[in-house]
């Protein structure tokens, strides 16, 4: 996953486009802006997020207690795509090349989404599930929005500073992506499963697969349509 496309809510193609790193980002808060931080000033900005949902609560007191892995398309040529073809590919393209994010549950009842993109991470608070899996920022995601695992949990919430402070200085497509930041953090706030995903050789050689089946895809379309 890379920098994001406004006009559809989701990353596209890292290397379609570069975005400068700029740290962390989080969402949430009453004026629903972001607050910019680095890893020295994260925990004080969870904090300040945490008590203007809740006032007079300390955060830690909360606790994690459910976890999922989502994935959703990743923009470029499928979405560009006739409507019809993306219903016939859609399950099979996320299969292949897809954004991965997590969901959290929180003991006080609010949901939370992390996820890494070119720019840095997001981390959004919300009130339902829905609003952090269907929705980045404005937008809405890439349909479909999968959950690839999910699992109970029973971690603080002060310990996602732990997990998060190595993940301050950059992005890289086939080293530190999105899908290594999400399985970072399912395997170490899950109760007791742990979440795989391939890359190459494996990934070059389904994304070939996938870009040739897209080709006779909008060839047999053009020719039969």
């Not at 290397?15 to 680095?38: C, H, P, R, V």
């Not at 955060?59 to 999922?68: K, P």
């Not at 795509?81 to 590919?89: E, F, G, R």
Request: proline letters at 3%.
């Amino acid at each position: 996953s890379s920098g994001i496309n406004a006009e559809y809510g989701a990353p596209i193609y890292g290397w379609a486009t570069k975005s400068k790193w700029e740290g962390f980002f989080l969402y949430g808060n009453s004026s629903n802006e972001s607050t910019g931080a680095d890893i020295n000033s994260l925990r004080s900005a969870l904090q300040e997020l945490y008590n203007d949902n809740k006032k007079g609560s300390n955060d830690n007191d909360v606790v994690v207690t459910w976890i999922a892995v989502y994935k959703t398309p990743l923009e470029g040529i499928y979405s560009k795509s006739p409507q019809t073809m993306k219903d016939a590919i859609g399950r099979q393209w996320t299969q292949v090349d897809y954004h991965a994010f997590v969901a959290l549950k929180t003991s006080d009842g609010f949901f939370w989404s992390i996820e890494k993109q070119q720019n840095g991470i997001h981390i959004n608070r919300q009130k339902t599930l829905e609003n952090v899996v269907d929705n980045f920022l404005s937008s809405c995601r890439a349909k479909p929005v999968e959950c690839s695992i999910s699992d109970n949990a029973d971690y603080p919430l002060k310990g996602l500073k732990d997990i998060l402070q190595h993940e301050q200085s950059s992005y890289n497509a086939t080293r530190d992506s999105c899908q290594h930041l999400s399985k970072k953090l399912f395997d170490k706030i899950a109760a007791g499963k742990t979440w795989e995903f391939t890359r190459p050789p494996e990934y070059l050689y389904k994304i070939t697969i996938a870009v040739l089946s897209l080709i006779i895809c909008c060839c047999s379309y053009c020719l039969f349509r």
